[in-house]
């Protein structure tokens, strides 16, 4: 039925204003929804005016991601004030864009401004449970697609020196993490580069995965990604339970480290990367922790390979006195034999050629008395004989004298060729490093400086190059 008091006829055709029509809506509206109605929408948009404190909402639904339905809502200055403390009370951040809200609001229609929902309260928790029910199912989707521990599986270098940050250049979280890393007690060096993108915002899901993009084409360059942000409620931190952007982290290329800076439970996106951190600076602190390991580590092999190295040079030092020890006591030996041997055979030599002499001398009496008596007529000729047996006799012994002598004068040589000293004069030499004997090209280093003992002196040497001995 149309409100109308007279309306107008032209030929024949009953006409009303739209006011009228207009006002009937009204009219009709405010009859038929006469109480509000608790409304699930997603606020588009806010429209907050500061001016007036006045908000003008855009709500509109969405059905697989088609809008299906869009309406204007009005949210006085007052009501607006109020609920807006509600939701920094309970979830730490403000009303704002592109949340989904459930509002008591009541249908009505104005004859300028046309159909609107007049908000009048605006229920925080349910935001809130929204937010976490999206977060589940990203995790649900990510874990259907086998990629949820992807990242996790990548390497992280024993010494990640090169950082690429994804952050404001402004954060104060940024800052603490660079004062951090830039002022190391230690003095350690890292390599931060920064790419800047939004971190909060309907925005900042698109910005940090367009980042993602320009770090993964240069990869090569980077050890990790640190994704950094300082504080925020869990409205702030919508983005990062955003299906696509945790997509994204789980399959990048390098090690994904996060210090989204929050105390709430994690998003999607700390849960899929290779490491979560609650603030910036624990992230830098565990950052710097993994050279701390390695130094660490370092110190320990040093001490074990020092002290193992004293050992040897020790159990060297003691094989090597045993040795000297054994060397003296047998050339002591050899030449305490050979002695006895060159005298027992001095002795024998002795012995032979006086009783080859006197044998000789006898046959020879003997034989010239036999002569004289039995062949007077033949002295002359016998005289000869017995001078060529005597000259023979006489060679013979000088041949066993001259024969014992070289066997005496090969003993003493061979006993002279044990000398130490004798060895050493022949050309030979013997290298020490320190106080250890260098046996292998392997035990000494350029640089290092070493002795050489001669036969009249002792050399020292500084190394140069060293290396091991190819045979044809």
Partial sequence: MIYSQMPEIIDHKKIYSLLEIAETLRQTISVQFSSAYWIKAEMNKLNHYPYSGHCYPELVEKIDGKMVAQMRGTLWKEDYFR?????????????????????????????????????????????????????????????????????????????????????????????????????????????????????????????????????????HHFDLVALIRGGGGDAGLSAYNNVDLARKVACFPLPVLTGIGHATNETVVEMVAFRNSITPTALADFLILQFQNVSDSLKDAFRIIRGSAVKIMLLEKRNYSQWTSRFKLSTAGHLEVSKNRLSDRIQAISGYSGFYVRNGNEKIHGIHGRLLKQCPDLTGFHRDNIRVMNQKVKVAVTRNFSKGFIELEHLRHQVTMLDPKNVLSRGYSITFSGKKSIRSYTEINPGDVIKTIIFDGEINSTVIHSQKEHNE
């Fill in 83 to 219: 609920i807006n403390k509600a939701f920094l009370d309970t979830l730490q951040e403000p009303l704002k864009d592109g949340i989904t809200i459930l509002c008591l609001a009541r249908p009505s229609f104005d004859p300028v401004y046309g159909l609107s929902l007049r908000i009048t309260d605006i229920d925080p928790s349910f935001t809130l449970g929204e937010l976490e029910r999206e977060k589940r199912a990203s995790v649900n989707q990510l874990i259907r697609e086998g990629i949820f521990d992807r990242n996790k599986k990548q390497s992280l270098p024993l010494l990640p020196q090169r950082i690429a940050v994804i952050s404001v250049e402004t954060s104060k979280g940024y800052a603490d993490f660079l004062k951090i890393i830039n002022e190391n007690p230690f003095h350690y060096r890292l390599s931060v580069m920064l790419f800047p993108a939004l971190l909060q915002g309907d925005k900042a899901g698109a910005s940090i995965g367009y980042q993602l993009d320009r770090i993964a084409r240069v990869k």
